[in-house]
């Protein structure tokens, strides 16, 4: 696990560790960050919602919002929008509901938010940016801060010129994913141009891209000298890596005491049948690379709770609970019990 040392501020905010569990539209929800806070995560962004949901009457985007019943801290609110006002106006709303930190994305590069000129498509306005950073960091009591790219396309990387203005206007942190919108996830990310922001900010900077491996944590750290290090992709169905451990060393009984404890966390947050539901996307990111199918089959297809434990308990049987994921991926093949088959 992670030690829970004070590494840097946000404004007059404490985080303690360095690694950060990336927002994550429909995974990045109240069980999940749970389980990544026990590894260590420094930091919990929701999943981004639009400004829009949060000016009118309760709908479930507010959800995205909710903050686990035993606390959270670090907790940020993510949100996107294209009005500044607007932004304050939800912003404001927010800030009730016990964040410790609300940030702007601007960095979603899904065409129909980018194009309405939200999330990356904030970073070819770069006024609309000031006057947004400008009236939160004025009206609200929690710190600001923002997530962005490095720009629209390979030829207009503005992102230093962007975090420039945010922090020249109250941005009190400022996280770089290292593509652009154009490349969307593909592509290596650039750790170069986050060195870059690095020496240009005097705010903390969070580095995101291509982190898969522990030792990615201190290369993306020791290339960059970035304060926290953001972990995306690579976090789902391995919250291990939070605490600096890889995937390939963690063995199946540690696979299956996280993944029932995530479990529970879904159950409890969401009920039946949301909670088991939702937990079969995270099901899948856990036993990836394992010639586990017939099991995440059976599991996926269930709805019932009592007997999604037993196919649990039947493929804890099957696979050797001692071996770590590196040996487990050679193993071709574990066979559904032919009594389960029915199920
Ligand atoms: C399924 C998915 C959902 C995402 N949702 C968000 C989001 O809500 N807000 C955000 O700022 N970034 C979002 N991202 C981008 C990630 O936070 C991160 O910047 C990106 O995945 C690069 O990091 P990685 O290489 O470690 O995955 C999302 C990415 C994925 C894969």
């Known amino acids: 696990m ?17 690694t950060i569990l990336s927002p994550m539209a429909a995974y990045s929800d109240v069980p999940f960050r749970a389980i990544c806070r026990q590894f260590g995560a420094a930091m919990n ?9 949060l000016l009118h009457d ?24 294209n009005d500044a006002h607007q932004i304050l106006q939800a912003a ?22 980018s194009e309405k000129g939200a999330g990356v498509g904030m970073m070819r306005q770069p006024k609309l940016v ?15 801060t923002g997530k962005l790219r490095l720009g629209w396309d390979q030829s207009s990387q503005n992102y230093l010129e962007i975090a420039k203005i945010m922090v020249d206007n109250g941005a009190a942190l400022v996280a770089l994913h290292g593509r652009t919108r154009s490349q969307k996830y593909h592509g290596q990310a650039d750790w170069d141009a986050i060195a870059q922001l690095k020496q240009n900010v005097s705010v903390p900077v969070i580095g995101n891209g291509d982190v898969q491996t522990a030792a990615d944590i201190d290369r993306l ?7 926290g290090v953001m972990i995306g992709r690579a976090a789902l169905g391995n919250p291990w ?51 586990l199918k017939p099991f995440l089959h059976a599991l996926l297809a269930t709805e019932d709770v009592v007997e999604f434990e037993d196919l649990l308990s039947a493929m804890e049987t099957e696979v050797p609970p ?22």
């Open 45 to 53: 962004y929701t999943e981004f919602v639009p400004t829009e949901a």
């Open 58 to 81: 309760p709908n479930p985007l507010w959800r995205r919002l909710d903050i686990h019943p035993e606390g959270e801290y670090l907790m940020v609110f993510q949100i996107f929008g």
């Open 92 to 113: 404001q709303r927010i800030e009730a509901w016990g964040p410790t930190i609300i940030d702007i994305n601007l960095g979603c590069s899904v065409p129909k938010i």
């Open 2 to 18: 992670n030690q829970r040392l004070p590494t840097f501020s946000v404004r007059d905010v404490t985080v303690y560790g360095d």
């Open 322 to 343: 001692h071996l770590p994921v590196a040996e487990l991926r050679k193993i071709p093949h574990f066979p559904l019990p032919a009594a389960l088959n029915s199920v």
């Open 221 to 227: 750290k020791a290339h960059t000298g970035c304060d």
């Open 241 to 291: 890596l939070l605490a600096r451990q890889d995937r390939e060393a963690v063995t199946f009984s540690e696979i299956t005491a996280v993944l029932r404890q995530h479990l529970q966390e879904s159950l409890a947050y969401y009920g039946q049948p949301d909670g088991l539901h939702n937990f079969g996307r995270h099901l899948k990111k856990y036993l990836a690379g394992l010639a």
């Open 130 to 144: 000031a006057e947004t950073f400008r009236l939160l960091s004025r009206h609200l009591n929690v710190p600001v």
